[in-house]
């Protein structure tokens, strides 16, 4: 029988400890276990075969860390290993029931973009290795002792996409049931099952003791088959030597216990031995089986959240999406990310609890926007995102380097559409809108819109989609071309919740379109909704009335405990103030309403800096007039005392960032005028470098002396740094580095823009930059903080 | 879990470049209150540490481990190191939300994301801080005594070494700190260290800012009071 055939139906058996045992055979210390695979294939074949003999039926190939960071010769390895531990199964008798698992560990980089593995080149690392493994006739991809839920992402992306063997992905927990990388064991489980792999479970980390409670909550949360894989107790040390004390016979015991919990698939970890193995199968296969059950709950998980679909209706942020929003257009033409993240930032302070992300704009390359704005959002908001567009290159690659399982917007009931969108949601994993809309356009009656729907839950049937992770759209249009459309809408919504148990989900604004003090009708209809059943708003939660609309729902439907969240929503409302957004944010203080702008700007007052330009604009002066008159004065103080050692950094960064607010208010009030710049400079942190707080300061201070930055980010490679100067013919090249590390690739990254461009004046800093070396490496000019880098520029262009 | 130690005001502001001044306005102040708070609520705090036999020459040291020998050249480690018989090496991070706090700071306020850095730089410091004074009273019970921390890339010690640590201590399984190609560490906010056992105090072995060989440019350690 196959393994597929067999998982989540009976008692199965994995292997244990790898490590511990090649020690006792005289593997060194810094001495890769993998290499034994082809200088002593006997000894691995000794260890496989301990385990086939002790009873295990899936046995791990010696290849745990065998990736191209450790080995030039992978498939040569990883082969070998594969053919060791079948001749173990052969030479144990075992060749009837037992399976060889290709042993796929973590690759010991983090991914971007916390780390400087990117997703992609994790997967081809992983593809690497399972290929050789599934060619020598392995019989599964077990990745394990994963830490990270993203790097299990990319393993098990590898797997799909290398062969069709079952795949079994085991994590790591802290005892807390949290991964390394701070997600929880609901959303880890929510993702990989998204992903489709055979089964799931935990491993390492410790003993069997302290892994009984986070096997509970898998038993809890997952629909898939559970593998228990704890160590033998929890490590010490003893004469600089790793020791584990849990003999076979207590671990058997307290894996009887799991066992009762419902798990399928139970074995070892570090410290556990074929004595351990066959003591625990010996007890363990008498405990009576119980098959994995199906749970119903609807999860959108981020690396580190994890958002529940209903009963409580889920906020989904409108504000990333272009359509009708001039400045988020130009911010997209512009690759203006800080705008972007600015307002991820702010719907998620207002109470967002997913934002949906839609770059789709005529002239821009979608695809690749969908994927950098993805990365980036995911390195500021632990929230869950929508992924929204028509494009579908644009979904498959937002949906490839998502860290989590996202929901996806959309699929429509055309069959075209269908057979675009349902082959990615099945690959990859995610909550799928469903707009029932078709061929033949949007039905004007809810008769006609459950007859969709019901044709979008069937297609999602065919692709093995399950339900529960399909949400369909009421479709809301406006009532004033409509008369009927809301109660159409609210008449689907409720449909939807009664007849398919569904979840539900409404573009809430559309139902007010061309119609004034649109907010009213808005916030009300939402109110309707939910009360119709409504499972997620979109929703721009900045707005105040929206939010109220929600929050009083929650509280009168007794969805807020202790209507706690009301009560700190709104605990200083004033009544009568409509538009109180309820956040408990205080204005700028009072003490601070009376300072002119050049006095908020040189006490870093950010708040009273934006109202004192938006008062002087509204008196009628003109604006280059107020930034000359009172504005660069005032930063030239601060700067000047900065430069003298009177004022300290600080407070030199808070009066950046006040006078970056005051001229967001000019900005705000000139958008269609052109702006008056006095040159342009490409930032960045050399390749290597991760450190860009330096680099962050030097361009807050550039854009408030003038000039239009263009920030390549930091780890930026030379040759990005090289092309983008030609490309916008740049004139000044600002590099920084931290490290004395990294400032080899600085020298590199000058020598090719050298050669390539040599009418660029580069300027560098850092922490580990002094004058010498800067002439060292062939800089043009160093400058020691951002004061003295605005001032080489001036002298640049100013000249 | 919480960082579970106190941040130091002063040196959270030492970080941030205030050089032994007391004029910082209250508005600044209870910014970096609340920054130290959030630091610390949001900190997960971990380290894993091991103790070893070693041998201390002039200008080398042998770390001995189980069926690992590893070398490391430096007379400043040497120098710190000097009659011991032990070292305990340990890596320590306080996890990855400061670093989101710094990046999440970085797009709305150049301040804000200085105040964390140095909250972040703090809180490391004043954790292993913590957790050194555990050690060194466990240890002088023992009538043993212990010598400074000691990290790879400070004096004559290769940065490079970071790589025999996390092989030693196994660092990214068990407390999820990464190494990038560049040998830094993410989150940016661990560190990893030696700190000597030995049977007598090495008086001498505390150099503080002038054993360090960026004393003479570091912006830190004017007007500190460290030794």
Not at chain 1, 557 to 562: E, H, I, Q, T, V
Not at chain 1, 677 to 706: C, F, P, Q, S, W
Not at chain 2, 151 to 179: A, T, V
Request: with cysteine; net charge negative.
């Amino acid at each position: 029988m196959s393994l597929r055939e067999r998982l989540g139906k009976e008692w199965l058996f994995c292997d244990g400890g790898t490590g511990s045992i090649l020690q006792k055979m005289g593997l060194k210390g810094g001495e890769l276990p993998e290499t034994w695979n082809l200088t002593r294939p006997d000894d691995i074949k000794a260890l496989n075969k301990g385990y086939f003999e002790a009873g295990s039926n899936i046995v791990n190939t010696n290849t745990f860390g065998a990736n191209r960071f450790k080995f030039d010769n992978v498939s040569e390895i990883v082969s070998a290993a594969v053919r060791i531990c079948q001749q173990a199964r052969k030479e144990a008798g075992r060749e009837d029931d037992a399976y060889v698992a290709i042993d796929i560990g973590p690759t010991g980089k983090l991914l971007e973009p916390m780390g400087d593995l990117p997703f992609n080149e994790a997967v081809d690392i992983f593809a690497e290795m399972i290929k050789a493994g599934y060619e020598a006739g392995g019989d599964l991809v077990l990745i394990e002792t994963m830490s990270d839920s993203y790097e299990a992402k990319a393993a098990v992306v590898a797997a799909k996409e290398t062969c069709n063997l079952p795949v079994i992905v085991t994590m790591v927990y802290d005892e807390s049931g949290k991964l390394l990388t701070g997600g929880g064991v609901e959303g880890t489980v929510a993702m990989l099952e998204g992903l489709k792999v055979d089964a799931i479970g935990i491993n390492c980390g410790f003993g069997p003791a302290q892994m009984l409670p986070i096997a509970k909550r898998l038993v809890e949360c997952s629909s898939l088959p559970i593998v228990v894989n704890p160590n033998a107790g929890l490590p010490r040390t003893e004469n600089g030597e790793t020791v584990y004390d849990v003999d076979p016979e207590e671990f058997a015991e307290i894996m009887e216990q799991i066992a009762r919990l419902g798990v399928h698939v139970m074995g070892g970890c570090c410290g556990t031995t074929p004595g351990h193995i066959k003591a625990m199968k010996d007890r363990v296969k008498n405990v009576p089986f119980v098959t994995p059950d199906a749970k119903n709950t609807t999860y959108v998980t981020s690396f580190a959240d994890c958002v529940k679909i209903g009963p409580r209706p889920v906020i989904i942020g409108e504000r990333i999406n272009p359509t009708g929003k001039k400045k988020l257009q130009q911010a997209l033409r512009d690759n203006n990310t800080d705008y972007i993240l600015t307002e991820a930032l702010k719907q998620e302070e207002a109470g967002a609890h997913i934002l949906d992300v839609n770059v789709g704009l005529p002239e821009i390359d979608e695809p690749s926007m969908m994927e950098d704005v993805i990365l980036k959002i995911q390195s500021v908001t632990n929230l869950p995102l929508q992924i929204d567009t028509t494009n579908i290159e644009a979904l498959e690659r937002g949906m490839r380097i998502y860290n989590g399982k996202p929901m996806i917007n959309s699929v429509n009931g055309k069959i075209e559409n269908i057979e675009a969108v349902m082959p990615l949601v099945a690959k990859y994993g995610g909550v799928l809108v469903g707009l029932p809309l078709d061929e033949s356009g949007i039905p004007e009656t809810s008769d006609g819109r459950i007859a969709i729907a019901k044709r979008i839950y069937e297609a999602a049937d065919k692709y093995n989609i399950p339900r529960k992770d399909i949400v369909i759209d009421g479709l809301a249009m406006t009532i004033s071309s409509d008369p009927n459309s809301a109660i159409a809408t609210l008449d689907t919504v409720r449909r939807v919740r009664d007849e398919f148990s569904g979840h539900s989900i409404l573009g809430v604004s559309n139902i007010s379109f061309g119609l004034p003090a649109r907010e009213l009708v808005n916030s009300h209809f939402l109110t309707m909704a939910m009360q119709n059943g409504l499972s997620c708003a979109i929703i721009n939660p900045c707005n105040g009335p929206m939010m109220a609309s929600f929050r009083s729902f929650n509280a009168l439907m007794n969805l807020d405990p202790n209507l706690e969240e009301y009560i700190s929503a709104y605990k200083d409302y004033v009544a009568g103030t409509a538009a109180s957004t309820g956040s408990s944010k205080a204005s700028s203080a009072s003490s601070s309403a009376v300072l002119t702008l050049g006095e908020a700007i040189e006490r870093g007052v950010t708040g009273r800096a934006a109202e004192a330009m938006k008062e002087a604009l509204d008196s009628g002066r003109e604006s280059l007039e107020i930034i000359d008159a009172e504005l660069i004065p005032a930063l030239d103080r601060v700067g000047k005392g900065y430069e003298a050692g009177t004022v300290f950094l600080p407070q030199l960064l808070m009066s950046a960032d006040a006078a970056k607010a005051a001229f967001a208010v000019v900005k705000e009030a000139m958008s269609d005028k052109p702006r008056n710049i006095k040159g342009r400079v490409i930032l960045a942190t050399v390749k290597g470098d991760i450190h860009d707080i330096g680099k962050n300061i030097v361009k807050v201070m550039l854009e408030n002396y003038g000039y239009d930055v263009i920030d390549l980010g930091k780890d930026v490679p030379p040759e990005v740094i090289v092309d983008c100067a030609i490309e916008n013919n740049i004139r000044v090249v600002g590099l920084s580095a931290l490290m004395t590390t990294t400032v080899a690739s600085m020298e590199e990254t000058i020598k090719l823009l050298r050669e390539k461009k040599p009418d660029t004046l580069v300027v560098v800093g850092g922490a580990v930059m002094t004058p010498e070396y800067s002439e060292k490496i062939g800089a043009d000019a160093y400058a020691k903080d951002a004061m003295a880098t605005v001032r080489y520029c001036d002298s640049v262009f100013e000249a | 879990m919480p960082l579970g130690v106190e941040i130091p005001l002063k040196e959270v502001k030492r970080y941030m470049g205030y050089h032994g001044i007391a004029d910082i306005s209250s508005d600044t102040e209870e910014r970096i209150r609340k920054a130290v708070d959030q630091v610390s609520s949001q900190s997960h705090p971990r380290i894993v540490s091991k103790e070893y036999p070693v041998t201390v020459s002039d200008d080398e040291i042998v770390i001995h481990a189980g069926n690992e020998e590893l070398v490391l050249h430096s007379t400043a480690l040497a120098r710190n190191l000097k009659d011991c018989c032990g070292a305990v090496l340990l890596a320590a991070t306080i996890g990855p939300a400061c670093d989101m706090l710094v990046r999440r700071a970085g797009v709305t306020s150049a301040a804000d994301a200085s105040i964390y850095q140095a909250a972040g730089a703090a809180a490391i410091e004043s954790f292993l801080d913590d957790y050194n004074d555990r050690l060194k009273a466990e240890y002088e019970a023992q009538g043993l005594f212990l010598r400074p921390r000691f990290s790879p890339g400070y004096g004559d010690l290769d940065l490079g070494h970071q790589k025999d640590w996390f092989r030693l201590l196994d660092i990214s399984k068990q407390i999820g700190i990464e190494l990038t190609d560049s040998l830094l560490m993410v989150p940016t906010k661990s560190v990893t260290a030696i700190i000597g056992v030995g049977i007598s105090e090495n008086r001498t072995a505390c150099t503080g800012c002038a054993g360090c060989n960026r004393h003479a440019t570091c912006e830190f350690s004017k007007g500190s009071n460290e030794t």
